[in-house]
């Protein structure tokens, strides 16, 4: 009766290279592995190939902190994020995968009157698009989180908040065996420790692409490679607006659970969740220096306790069990880079991911595997196209001081 | 469970010295020396807590301070290791996750429903239907979890410390001792760090007859007579950072060690081994019996059973049986048992049976063991079962080679021992002893010395290459010592048979989610959560790898091991943080804004005079007579050398090669994408003098944005941030060169010194620096001053204008006469994608002159055409729209408020906002949303207040 639980059934399995896919994607992170499926369920497109150099998830999608939300702050962003969170709020059916988002709300604390000043942008424009988001006053945040301490830190205590119900945090490797398994029996292949070395052109548009396991050919190649996404660009000889930094994270031993919503903080430089496992985890901004390095750093680990302790006084004697560190493909204007490119038939980008990109995997697999089948740029995803770095139409999603996770 | 009738002579517990404690509202008698688990141990106490998901009893494992079994409460901090905290008088300690109690635990009835917990269960549940999640998920929830958080700020006080030595060696036993010696002797100033509160590592926990005890006694002695090694006991290096910056943490303290060279000699993580019901309490590895016995006095058991695979769990078999507990057989993984060993003697004469190729296959009990059934290791073969209230494992263990890992070193499998290696070592990083592989006696300290030695070649003056290569010679000639068993896992047995304590991840576990495809160590780690508890995988990642390699037919160097991730033990926020200051940056006059009863705020980590009275009354002042107002928390950069107007013109889109001396200029900073960043005014003093001024929070990027663009470039200039160094006033309205010329011999005529002009001199006899500039758009001088007299300069000036009604006014009343003049706030009215063009800056852009960072986008920018413009506007009804409300066109935002507040002067409401350029005319209308309500304004694209400026000008 209960032989779901346990199966022989494999999540993915292995196959050997074809000679030709109709569509290669490169990078198996949530982006790779949302196009592929989407190819495959919305327009039966199922010739696709995922190249990995890594296991499934090696990259920013296993590592991130899984903040699922849509309180954006431009009329680009807003409405896509929220596409996004619709898809995930249906996604553990879709794939009869119990992905665990789990919708505790996302609160963003403002200590500064441009703090203040900033989330109140938010709030309208959210509203104004019809998004659940608000302004809340500190004595509603402490209802919210009980254990809260508003003012221990004397210079920044907390004045407001932005409060957006629909927001929380996923089990985001699930999310990951989910889509992959979904491919999976869709007929799409995954090919994990495959490394693309190269994309091969002929007269503007591309041909193939060579790997550590052989070369194949291919109509479209997408580079969904978060972290690298420059340098498989270069590939085909295309320059990307983008400077990779690493982001850092941690979490604490587990404890009972004292944390409903997600809490961030830009002025503390903090944001901190409770997972269902009871884990606290925390993140803060990207380095400051670019790095392709994973190497972890103390003073990341210092801060994370300092601005921690900052909100939660009472956390002094939890303990950090793990850091670690990702990279991410920072653009000027912290929004994305999607679509066609001109001058490569065939070559498409979904890419600047910068530190947010998790929440847009389904909406960007969805909409990327539309422009493949339809061979047109779905409105949704046009403002953030390539060409806008030229066109000075940048989407500011960067505002003069936001965490965006 | 007991105390030793007599303790042995290497006791750390001193029993004339008795202790009490509280112990789950029982009273515990401990001694001095004690750890709580000893004590526990010793008043009977064995079941410490309740695992992670089946809530099945747990004892005293590792002994270590590693696994998970002895976590309780201790003076309100949750999750400390008992085994390794010393009893203090009083302490209050208590169990987790049981109710009630560890003994009696009612959540146990979770393992009668094991069957619907397989591995990666809750992914294949709960979700359906969708509604239901939430529900399933708050009850899971509160399941998970094992510390309590209360909300109460716990009393401790804690520090950080920074230090430095030429080599840091990490551990104390013997290697990490003749490593310490090794380097000191060679003239290197060595800290040693160790985890234990006392030195000499598993050494000083054996027999105190064995030859090792006695060897880390004498070494112990020499190294605390070295005067250049240092030496932290109690502490453990939890992370190899970056520049070889060492993270050590001693109880709440954090320190930083910056070392030139570091040395691992952190000995081995002893293993459990898997068999069927292998968590019972009364299961421990032979070091947690070891330290029981030869340091606490403490008798673990009555009747014993070893499991062992190497020579070491003999010597635990005899000092059990030296300690009067009966060993009801010894069992060897290997297929011969060496019987000329002083132990093997020993266990013969006592007439232990000894079982040369038989393992534990598994254990039976309730709470607490009550026999074993051992079998052969091959699998074939009768069982014997044999009672026991204690089964010792002894089974190796893993090299902790944690640390160089972090510092980028690669662990490779020696197939021989069994053992993942460090290898390719990061720069300047040692390994030796047991965490290099090294486990015979004798090479342990052979090899200590030699890493020591290595590691403090080239810090002194003394070449000791010889000394290395000869010890290397000796230690290739010892006997290498194998301490692991083939495999990590036992044949066939019945009971869960645990890998993962921590996380309760049983063999079986593991097998189905390598057969659902998580075949990888990496996937397989995150789908069966194996090695993703407390310990982070230091019991239980081997066997992972084990099993990992055997169901998918590859070798454990094909399957790889997981990186290690600091930190290596888990360290509190507290420790990390240490004393956690807030400290307030006051401006030099900050006693006189007290004094006049102004309401003072914190911006940023200044704290400035927000108001004195109301907006009205002092903009009146500013407006008709004189206000003086602190602008000390500018930022001020001092600028010196041939090349200043090359790195103006760098930096500034604006153009500085006509600055003529005693002439200051507003600019504009943008980075390399051509977004506002900063504006200031910078001021030429000399010749080759500039003195520049930022905004109070951009200062530190500023400077540090001039250094970098300085660096790698041969411009002679001299950047000093001297924002400390000065206070400052500005004296502003129609009587401010009346006031400021009763303090100053200077010359304040127009033509002397107009408008943007800027002179140095003396104001009440202080030497000081003056702008003539209009921030507030009336006559008016900032006054920059050496900051100590701050207070004089305050009051010269408010004596001096008291004549004129002169009055202060702060920081409120200063944001509604800047808007006044549509003077920007960078960062406020502009965000991270405003370009100059669009932010009524053009003027300042400057295309003509050679190079500026952010031309090249700006300049792009002005090709494209500019869709959007930052404007004034005047509400038609008076209303003020809130900060960051939207500008609405059919339904649409299409820009936003940005600042916004009443003038009295003007007695009208006027602001900034975004809005579409098209709409960037004087007189346009714009629709604004403002708490839910419809706000006319009407734009206005020049200063509201004296839009010529000939009130500052004058
Ligand atoms: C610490 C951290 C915290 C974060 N927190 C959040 C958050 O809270 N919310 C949020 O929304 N986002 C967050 N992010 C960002 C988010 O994780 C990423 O934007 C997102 O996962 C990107 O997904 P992806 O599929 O594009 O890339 P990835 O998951 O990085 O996948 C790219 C893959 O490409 C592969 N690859 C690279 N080069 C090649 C090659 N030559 N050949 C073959 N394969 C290659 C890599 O192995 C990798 O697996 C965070 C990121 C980090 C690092
Ligand atoms: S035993 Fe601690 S993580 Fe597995």
């Keep these: 009766m209960l032989n779901f639980l346990s199966n022989d059934k494999k999540m993915w399995r292995r196959h050997t290279l074809k000679s030709s896919y109709e569509v290669v994607i490169v990078g198996a992170g949530i982006h790779g592995l949302a196009t592929a499926y989407y190819l495959a369920k919305n ?78 942008e938010r709030a309208e424009m959210n509203q104004i698009l019809g998004i659940n988001s608000s302004m809340i006053k500190p004595e509603r945040v402490k209802q919210l989180v009980p254990t809260i301490c508003l003012d221990s830190n004397p210079h920044y205590p907390v004045m407001a908040a932005l409060w957006h119900p629909p927001g929380g945090v996923i089990r985001h490797d699930a999310v990951v065996w989910g889509y992959a398994r979904g491919c999976d029996q869709m007929g799409v292949q995954i090919h994990p420790f495959t490394e693309v070395k190269a994309i091969n052109t002929r007269d503007g548009a591309v041909q193939s692409v060579t790997t550590n396991r052989g070369e194949v050919k291919a109509k479209f190649v997408v580079n969904c490679t978060a972290g690298h996404a420059s340098t498989i660009a270069q590939m085909v000889n295309v320059d990307l607006p983008i400077t990779t930094h690493p982001l850092q994270a941690c979490v604490t031993e587990p404890l009972k659970p004292f944390l409903d919503p997600v809490i961030v903080s830009s002025t503390l430089h903090i944001y901190v969740s409770q997972s269902d496992r009871g884990e606290l985890v925390i993140g803060q901004e990207i380095d400051p220096f670019s790095s392709y390095s994973f190497r972890s750093t103390l003073p990341f680990l210092e801060g994370a306790a300092m601005h921690l302790l900052d909100l939660f006084p009472c ?47 389904p909406v960007s697999g969805k909409r990327i595997a539309e422009l493949i089948a339809t061979r047109k740029t779905p409105n949704l995803i046009r403002p953030f196209r390539l060409s806008r770095f030229y066109e000075n139409d940048l989407v500011g999603e960067k505002a003069a001081a936001s965490v965006s996770h | 469970m007991s105390r030793l009738s007599t303790p042995p002579s290497s006791t750390l517990v001193n029993r004339s010295k008795p202790l009490v404690f509280e112990y789950n509202g029982r009273r515990i008698d401990a001694c001095e020396g004690d750890t709580v688990a000893s004590a526990l141990m010793a008043s009977g106490v064995d079941i410490l807590s309740r695992s992670f998901k089946y809530h099945r009893p747990r004892g005293h494992l590792c002994g270590e301070g590693h696994c998970p079994n ?27 996750n049981a109710i009630p109690s560890p003994e009696f635990d009612l959540l146990a009835i979770t393992q009668k429903f094991d069957f619907l917990m397989p591995a990666g269960f809750y992914y294949k549940i709960f979700h359906k239907p969708r509604f239901m999640w939430p529900v399933f998920e708050h009850f899971i929830r509160k399941v998970a979890g094992l510390g309590v958080v209360d909300g109460k700020t716990p009393p401790y006080r804690y520090e950080r410390q920074h230090l430095r030595a030429d080599v840091v060696v990490v551990g104390g036993g013997p290697s990490g001792l003749s490593a310490a010696l090794g380097a000191a002797e060679a003239g290197a100033s060595v800290t040693l760090v160790e985890q234990d509160s006392f030195l000499g590592g598993h050494f000083r926990f054996q027999n105190p007859e064995s030859s090792g005890f006695k060897k880390v006694l004498e070494l112990e002695k020499q190294v605390r007579a070295k005067s250049n090694i240092r030496v932290l006991t109690g502490a453990v290096a939890f992370g190899l950072y970056e520049g070889n910056m060492l993270g050590v943490v001693q109880g709440r303290r954090t320190v930083r060690i910056r070392a030139k060279r570091v040395v691992v000699a952190s000995g081995i993580l002893e293993r459990p081994f898997v068999f069927g019901n292998n968590d019972l309490p009364g299961i421990m590895l032979g070091r947690a019996v070891q330290r029981l016995l030869n340091l606490y006095g403490v008798q673990p058991g009555k009747r014993a059973v070893v499991v062992g695979s190497n020579d070491r769990a003999l010597d635990v078999a005899a000092d059990l049986l030296h300690a009067g507990v009966e060993v009801a057989a010894y069992a060897d993984q290997r297929e011969r048992i060496n019987d000329s060993l002083e132990s093997v003697k020993l266990l013969k004469s006592k007439g232990v049976a000894l079982l040369p190729a038989t393992t534990a296959v598994s254990a039976d009990g309730k709470m607490h063991i009550r026999s074993v059934t051992l079998g052969p290791v091959a699998g074939r073969g009768e069982n014997i079962r044999l009672d026991c209230d204690l089964l010792v494992l002894s089974v190796g263990g893993d090299p902790a080679i944690h640390l160089v890992q972090q510092g980028g070193a690669r662990g490779f499998f020696e197939e021989h021992r069994v053992e993942f290696i460090a290898k390719r070592l990061g720069e300047g990083h040692f390994v030796a002893g047991d965490s290099n592989g090294v486990h015979h006696e004798d090479s342990i300290l052979l090899d200590g010395r030699r890493a020591g030695l290595a590691a403090a070649q080239g810090l002194g003056s003394v070449d000791h290459a010889a000394e290395i290569a000869d010890l290397e010679s000796r230690l290739s000639a010892n006997p290498a010592v194998v301490l692991n068993p083939k495999t990590m896992v036992a044949p066939d047995g019945s009971g869960k048979r645990f890998v993962c304590v921590c996380e309760d991840v049983t063999e079986k576990d593991v097998c189905d989610a390598i057969r659902e495809g998580f075949d990888g160590i990496e996937t397989l780690k995150r789908y069966s959560t194996v090695s993703m508890g407390p310990c982070q995988g230091k019991m239980c ?47 030099p006059t900050h006693s006189r804004h007290a004094a006049l009863n102004a309401k003072v705020i914190s911006l940023g980590d200044w704290l400035r005079p927000e108001m004195y009275s109301n907006p009205a009354e002092e903009s009146r002042a500013v407006h008709e007579r004189v206000g003086l107002i602190d602008v000390s928390t500018l930022g001020r950069i001092d600028l010196r050398g041939t090349d200043v107007v090359k790195l103006l013109d760098k930096v500034y889109i604006n153009s500085w090669g006509n600055l003529k001396v005693g002439r200051t200029r507003y600019g504009v900073m943008c980075d390399d994408t051509g977004i506002v960043f900063d504006d200031g005014t910078c001021a030429r003093l000399g010749d080759q003098h500039y003195f520049m001024t930022t905004t109070t929070s951009g200062v530190d990027g500023v400077y540090q944005w001039l250094t970098s663009w300085m660096a790698g470039t041969s411009l002679d200039v001299c950047v000093t941030n001297v924002t400390s160094g000065y206070g400052g006033v500005n004296i502003a309205g129609p009587r401010a060169k009346e006031v400021l010329g009763k303090l100053t011999s200077l010359n304040l005529d127009s033509k002397e010194f107009p408008y943007m002009g800027c002179v140095q001199g003396q104001v009440a006899g202080v030497p000081c620096i003056l702008f003539r500039i209009g921030f507030v758009g009336e006559l008016g001088y900032e006054v920059h001053f050496p900051s100590f007299y701050g207070e004089y300069m305050w009051d010269v000036i408010m004596d001096a204008g008291k004549e004129f009604d002169i009055r202060p006014f702060g920081v409120e009343t200063q944001r509604i006469l800047r808007l006044q003049k549509s003077h920007i706030i960078i960062g406020q009215d502009t965000d991270a994608i405003t370009n100059p063009l669009e932010a009524n800056l053009a003027w300042a852009v400057k295309f003509d002159k050679p190079d500026f960072i952010g031309r090249r986008a700006i300049f792009e920018a002005k090709k494209q055409g500019i869709k ?87």
């Design chain 1, 315 to 361: 956390l002094s004697e939890v303990r950090f069990l793990r850091q670690w560190a990702g990279i991410c493909d920072m653009t000027p204007d912290y929004s994305p880079i999607m679509g066609f490119v001109e001058g490569v038939d065939g070559f498409i980008l979904d890419v600047g991911w910068g530190t947010y990109g998790f929440k847009a995997g």
């Design chain 2, 868 to 954: 959007k413009s930052l404007v004034g506007f005047v509400t038609r009804h008076g209303e003020v729209p809130e900060e960051g409300t939207q500008v609405m066109e059919n339904g649409y935002s299409v820009g936003r408020v940005t600042s916004a507040r009443f003038s009295p002067h003007l007695n009208k409401s006027i602001g900034l906002a975004w809005v579409p350029t098209a709409r960037a005319k004087d007189g346009q209308p714009i629709l604004i949303r403002s708490k839910g309500e419809w706000v006319i304004a009407d734009v206005v694209t020049h200063p509201f207040y004296d839009p010529e400026g000939a009130r500052m000008k004058g």
């Design chain 2, 70 to 96: 002895c976590m309780m409460n201790v003076d309100g901090s949750p999750n400390v290791r008992i085994c390794s905290e010393k009893v203090c008088n009083g302490m209050v300690v208590k169990h987790q």
């Design chain 1, 43 to 120: 327009h039966g497109i199922t010739d696709v190939a995922l190249f990995d150099k890594g296991y499934l998830g090696a990259g920013a999608s296993g590592r991130n902190t899984a903040i699922i939300r849509a309180n954006y702050r431009t009329a680009e962003g807003v409405p896509f994020y929220e596409e996004s969170l619709k898809l995930y709020e249906d996604l553990a059916r879709d794939l009869d995968y119990n992905i665990m988002f789990s919708q505790r709300g996302h609160l963003t604390l403002a200590h500064t009157d441009r703090g203040v000043t900033g989330l109140r």
């Design chain 2, 541 to 587: 990642q081997m066997s992972a790898i084990g099993i990992c390699a055997r169901e998918t037919n590859r070798t454990i160097e094909e399957t790889g091991s997981t990186v290690s991730r600091p930190p290596f033990i888990p360290i509190t926020l507290g420790a990390l943080t240490g004393r956690n200051y807030h400290p307030h940056k006051t401006v």
